[in-house]
T-cell receptor, first 115, second 111 residues
Framework: SAVISQKPSRDICQRGTSLTIQCQVDSQVTMMFWYRQQPGQSLTLIATANQGSEATYESGFVIDKFPISRPNLTFSTLTVSNMSPEDSSIYLC????????????FGEGSWLTVV | DAKTTQPTSMDCAEGRAANLPCNHSTISGNEYVYWYRQIHSQGPQYIIHGLKNNETNEMASLIITEDRKSSTLILPHATLRDTAVYYCIVSPGGGADGLTFGKGTHLIIQP
């Protein structure tokens, strides 16, 4: 399966700042997604990262708060803007591997704590 | 709205088969059944998925009823490392819409 690397793996951030999370895959993928997992909760889909165009956001998530880029088939970034303690979560990148349709893999996640 | 129903938690003895049930009575004809697990502090791990037929891989077996309204994930010889939250998800091919996670089943393997 594709190897998905996320950076940073963990960070402590100050309220009001922004942080960009990177997702790098070792092979080409068709779809890339970003999820959030708040403490003690299940995963929630934030958006689909579309190559070369604006991301598709789920209800409750907006581009101004979570800008996403996907410049090519193997890389995407998620920025968490103007952070508050409520943004403390695990942020996860997931991908559908090229040639393995309908099989979705997840990265190890980026743990953000906002203080 | 939850598309799947799973028990909140289950226990299983080490070395025995763990059978995790999932109800998905409103599943559509084009929706797959996916199983993932999440061990504390880690990203979800793909286990298996299927459409209509039973599936088996090196990790587990997936048994889907003929009417597709329920399924069972079988871990044939559970070990302590199989303790995790197991998610059953239905989706029309995860590549199109992403996956909608419910609360899952917390499986605890007892020594």
């Amino acid at each position: 399966s594709a190897v998905i690397s996320q950076k940073p793996s963990r960070d402590i951030c100050q309220r009001g700042t922004s942080l960009t999370i990177q997702c790098q895959v070792d092979s080409q993928v068709t779809m890339m997604f970003w999820y959030r997992q708040q403490p003690g909760q299940s995963l929630t889909l934030i958006a689909t990262a579309n190559q070369g165009s604006e991301a598709t956001y789920e209800s409750g998530f907006v581009i101004d708060k979570f800008p996403i880029s996907r410049p090519n088939l193997t890389f995407s970034t998620l920025t968490v803007s103007n952070m508050s303690p409520e943004d403390s979560s695990i942020y996860l990148c997931s991908v559908e591997e090229w040639g393995r349709r309908n099989t979705i893999y997840f990265g190890e996640g980026s743990w953000l704590t906002v203080v | 709205d939850a598309k799947t129903t799973q028990p909140t938690s289950m226990d299983c003895a080490e070395g025995r088969a763990a059978n995790l049930p999932c109800n998905h009575s409103t599943i559509s004809g084009n929706e797959y059944v996916y199983w993932y697990r999440q061990i504390h502090s880690q990203g979800p791990q793909y286990i298996i998925h299927g459409l209509k037929n039973n599936e088996t891989n090196e990790m587990a077996s997936l048994i889907i009823t003929e009417d597709r309204k329920s399924s069972t994930l079988i871990l044939p010889h559970a070990t302590l490392r199989d303790t995790a939250v197991y998610y059953c998800i239905v989706s029309p091919g995860g590549g199109a819409d992403g996956l909608t996670f419910g609360k899952g089943t917390h499986l605890i393997i007892q020594p």
